[in-house]
């Protein structure tokens, strides 16, 4: 008589050769691509542009969590909303510990206020997700997670 399983168990099939590689997938740690797909560490890149921008190479931004795909248009929404109705005193707070200039270039002019971790991945607006950018290094940063703050402000 053959006994009953104890759990249910069900033998592994053996698993296709080669398949725990392919199922292995990294992605890219500025832009939250498949790393097969993403062209950040390429000549002329967003990310490339930015740095010699800058002049410097940066960590990406440290976070726990991989980059959340698909944020809900309302939370979006919902977020740059919340950034506009505090523009005006996060500029100032940022503008006084870290000066009035580009986090990446030093320029002047035109400075916005950036989401480290854009929203489109998750990123929140909270003082502690902003940085001072000129208008051009925010262009092309894009969404890319960049911390360009100094040191003391990272996390
Ligand atoms: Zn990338
Ligand atoms: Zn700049």
Redesign the pocket.
Known sequence: MARQAKCGKRPREDPVPGASVSLEMTY??????L?QR????EAGSD?QRFLERGGKSYAPYKRDAPYKRGVPPQVKSAERRHLQKQYKNWHTILTESNGECCANCGERKDLVLDHVLPIAKGGLSRLDNLQLLCSTCNRIKGK?AIDCRPAKHRE
């Open positions: 890219c740690s500025f832009c939250g691509r790393s993403c062209a950040c560490h990310l890319l």
